[in-house]
């Protein structure tokens, strides 16, 4: 059983791809005509000229939408597909699941004849975040062992240029901190449930902070320590896309 078979059974609810930050994965991918998502989950972000996601859970093949890309049942370690099988791949979200980064890497540089694309998090940046730094510092060192170095991530592909992904104050992707000026929606198990890094730490760990977080939207605190946050209409909360040309 994969991490997602256990947990992502709400994605298709709380992780609705957020149209800003898919204008910039598709820019990323440049003029590829064909694209392979590897650890494709529920379909989040491919493009029309996806020709294959490739999965390792069921739970999450099973919520890809009618019509999106072929999906095959495989993990990003090892690919039974042939080489430079499409013009370019892609990885959203995902690195820090694999069990193998080199394989996986590997994996992606062989499948792509183009380009490899990566969406991910710089951790020195992701973990000043206010509900690690100030709530959760528990799941800020679950982070630190799960995250990938972006140094790390570009020495594997070779090279890679680095893109920040500013994210909007209204981002409908629920993932680690998408809701930066929204702090309530922590507060909902249905948002934690589809976070991987809250899901996995677990609802023990989590709910003492997140109770300080409720008590601190209560009386006005966290508006007033974080009112700089609330007239932003994006921040830059640690998201990069790598974009790696063969």
């Known amino acids: 059983m994969t991490t997602y078979d256990r947990i992502g ?38 493009p029309p000229h996806t020709v294959l996601a490739v999965e390792p859970s069921a739970v999450m093949i099973a919520q890809r939408p009618a019509g999106s890309a072929r999906a095959l049942q495989a993990s990003a370690e090892s690919i039974p597909i042939a080489d430079n099988s499409a013009d370019a791949a892609m990885a959203i979200l995902t690195v820090h699941h694999w069990t193998n980064l080199e394989a996986g890497i590997e994996e992606l540089l062989r499948i792509a004849r183009q380009r490899v694309v990566i969406f991910t998090w710089d951790q020195a940046i992701f973990r000043r975040f206010w509900l690690l730094d100030e709530y959760l510092p528990e799941v800020a060192a679950f982070t630190d062992t799960r995250s990938v170095l972006i140094d790390r991530l570009i020495a594997l592909l070779g090279d890679a240029r680095v893109e920040t992904v500013p994210i909007p104050h209204d981002c409908t992707d629920g993932f680690g901190a998408a809701f930066w000026r929204r702090p309530a929606a922590y507060l909902d198990p249905n948002v934690r449930a589809g976070i991987s890094m809250l899901a996995q730490t677990g609802e023990e760990v989590v709910l003492p902070g997140l109770a300080r977080l409720s008590s601190d939207l209560s009386s006005g605190l966290w508006h007033e320590r974080h009112a700089d946050l609330l007239d932003c209409e994006t921040l830059d909360v640690g998201y990069r896309l790598l974009v790696a040309d063969l």
């Open 9 to 46: 059974a709400t994605y298709n609810h709380t992780r609705r791809p957020d149209h800003r930050i898919a204008v910039k994965i598709h820019e990323a991918l440049g003029d590829a005509s064909t694209v392979i998502n590897v650890g494709a989950g529920a379909s989040s972000y491919e």
